[in-house]
């Protein structure tokens, strides 16, 4: 069955929404108050937290653009296991978005729950799975479509249909849920290319799992409804206060200080780039492990990092360098014999256990957003988060958007410049 092959650029509503006796029936117009829908979604699992972050964005503007006229709540889908989340004895799955994340803040964005909530309310099963993969045999060839089609699926997906005539397949751990219908979409688009699939022909469906979900780009890359979304993506209290005493504690840093403070309600926060000082350190972001092997030529040695760093102390007259990065001991150590004002956060043992290696992102992240400078490491997804941290509190584009370069890179360029919208 071919869904739709739409042909509409990024923020062509028109074309978006070219399904009119669909939709006035789906949705029942002029009639009821639309019934309640869930729509669910999940990523490829070998994606990184910071990369699962962005898909979210993609996901809850989607739930946006189509509550215009339904009553779409998004389920958050629970976090593990990740490949990069390795330290031994910690709980590998299971995290709710709340161990991370202020769900009242997400809320005002768009509607969300946590999965365990929505087995709550619903039960253990879920009405639809689609799961999106990418045109068979589809070569670029710099004419960029939309296109969208219920197709056989390419490779074994990761769901099977059992005697009782169910899905099963990975639902985030949880073994007794199932899906009743389960269908293969090859996608090429923006996420509102799947708009017209949620309202017709599987509008029946209650609710609605996309797998995949990082095939779908950004229907507004950027602009007011981006930052919107990304503003809403508060971190959880308990972090930002672990986070807080650290830069008070050791890096003599408070809101006051900095010119941090932020409207309790991320509606109503909106400063000027150049408002936030910061506070009287420099942060560097050095990605580590695999990225020595995938990203080589970017990322410089221990020793030439130091040397990238130490004129930035100069500059900025730092009293400490805040150290975030998942490499191992020994190049910490390492870096410190160069600079000795080197610090990083090492969580307690009982945080960890709470809030296991996601956590501890999330606080070095905080404190990185913070600093007076910050310099991260070149195409890391957590380097771009803290960009946009920093945006959000109101830093000067040059104190944010920085990168270190690769040991054989003269010079190097530089990231590009996201800046915020209200
Ligand atoms: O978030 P992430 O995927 O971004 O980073 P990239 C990988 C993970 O490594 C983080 C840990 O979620 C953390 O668990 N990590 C990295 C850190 N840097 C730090 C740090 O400074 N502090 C702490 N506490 N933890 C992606 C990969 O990495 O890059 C993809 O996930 C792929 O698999 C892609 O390789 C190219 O964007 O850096």
């Known amino acids: 069955i071919c869904l739709s092959s ?32 869930y729509l669910l979604y ?5 994606e990184g937290f910071n990369l699962r972050r962005d898909v979210y964005m993609r996901v809850a503007s989607l739930v946006k653009m189509m509550n215009d006229k339904e009553d779409w709540t998004l389920v958050l889908p629970p976090w593990g296991p990740l490949y990069h989340w ?4 910690l709980k590998r799955d299971k995290y709710l978005w709340k161990t991370f994340f202020d769900i009242q ?62 899905y099963r397949g990975w639902f985030w751990g949880y073994e007794r849920v199932a899906a009743k219908n389960f269908h293969c979409l090859s996608a090429q688009g923006f996420a509102a290319i799947v708009i017209p699939a949620l309202r017709s022909n599987y509008s029946k469906a209650r609710s609605v799992l996309i797998d995949r979900a990082e095939t779908l780009l950004h229907n507004r ?37 900095d010119i941090t403070t932020l409207h309790p309600d991320w509606r109503d926060h909106q400063v000027k780039p150049g408002h936030a000082i910061g506070g009287p350190y420099i942060a560097a972001h050095l990605r580590r492990r695999d990225f020595l092997y995938g990203h080589r030529d970017d990322v410089p040695s221990i020793n030439r990092t130091a040397l990238q760093l130490l004129p930035l102390i100069e500059k900025y007259k730092a009293k400490k360098v805040f150290i975030a990065s998942d490499a191992p001991d020994e190049e910490f150590e390492e870096l410190k014999l160069y600079i000795p004002i080197a610090i990083r956060y090492v969580p307690p043992k009982e945080i ?3 809030y296991g290696d996601g956590g501890v992102a999330i ?28 945006e959000i509190l109101g830093f000067d584009p040059d104190v944010t958007f920085n990168r270190l370069c690769g040991d054989k890179q003269e010079s190097c360029e530089q990231p590009a410049r996201w800046k915020i919208r209200y």
């Open 86 to 89: 390795k330290t031994e004895g």
């Open 363 to 390: 606080i070095d992240q905080w404190i990185c957003a913070h600093a007076r400078y910050f310099v991260g490491t070149s195409v890391s997804t957590f380097s771009f988060r803290i960009q946009e941290e920093r």
């Open 221 to 257: 890359y950027g602009d007011e409804d981006y930052w919107q979304a990304r503003r809403s993506l508060r971190f959880a209290k308990p972090l930002i206060d672990m986070g807080d005493a650290f830069r008070r504690d050791r890096l003599d840093s408070t809101d006051d200080g």
């Open 6 to 37: 739409l042909t509409s650029t990024a923020n062509d509503d028109q074309d978006l929404f070219a399904f009119e006796p669909v939709r006035a029936q789906s949705l029942n117009v002029g009639t009821a108050k639309p019934r309640k829908r």
């Open 42 to 46: 999940s990523i490829n699992p070998g």
């Open 352 to 354: 960890l256990k709470k």
């Open 105 to 166: 803040s997400l809320n005002l964005y768009v509607p969300v729950i946590e999965f365990e909530d929505f087995l709550t309310e619903n039960g253990p099963v879920i009405d639809d799975v689609l799961y999106l993969q990418h045109f068979e045999g589809d070569r670029f060839t710099g004419h960029f479509e939309e296109k969208i089609e219920e197709t056989e699926c390419i490779e074994a997906p990761r769901y099977s249909k059992h005697a009782d005539g169910k």
